[in-house]
């Protein structure tokens, strides 16, 4: 879990309480945020199953200077709770933003190695189109649009009110 820390301090984010652990199906189908930690318990040194999580509760308005930096300021702005956890030993954030620019909303997924990070999905949507551009064919996970889950390529489908990273 100690990867979480150099993600958020990377990404500039701000914590709102300790690390916790919670069912990788739950915790990826939550579109709320989650209940932060109990603080006083610290940051321990949860030794996760596989299948569970790792997760940070992230003050959503922290991303913003993150995706100011990233992108154009400006261009996007979040619209809901961020996420960042680890899977199986390996770290992903997880953003929702309004995109300006392009007057969609936008899913901007990120894997984060010893190198760096990597954007390893990108997700615009209206009600009217969805487009997107995914390489989780390496990973556990899949974008879900209207209950059909994506796992590759680059392409367009039918419109969407919202979509969701789950797993594959």
Known sequence: MKNIHKVLAGAGLTALGAIGTKAAVDYLRNRDQEEVVD?????????????????????????????????????????RSPKVFEYKGKSY????????????????????????????????????????????????????VNGQKLESGKGETQGADNVDFVLS
């Open 93 to 144: 954030m997880v953003i929702w933003a309004r995109d300006n620019k392009q007057n969609k909303n936008q899913m901007l997924v990120f894997e984060y190695t010893d190198e760096g990070r990597d954007m390893i999905a990108s997700v615009g949507y209206t009600t009217s189109k969805t487009d997107y551009n995914l390489q989780l064919s390496d990973t556990p996970f899949a974008v879900e």
């Open 39 to 79: 603080e006083s318990q610290g940051d321990q040194e949860i030794s996760a199953p596989e299948e569970e999580v790792a997760y940070a509760v992230v003050k959503p308005e922290s991303v913003q200077d993150f995706l100011d930096k990233s992108f154009e300021a400006n261009r996007y702005v979040p619209n």
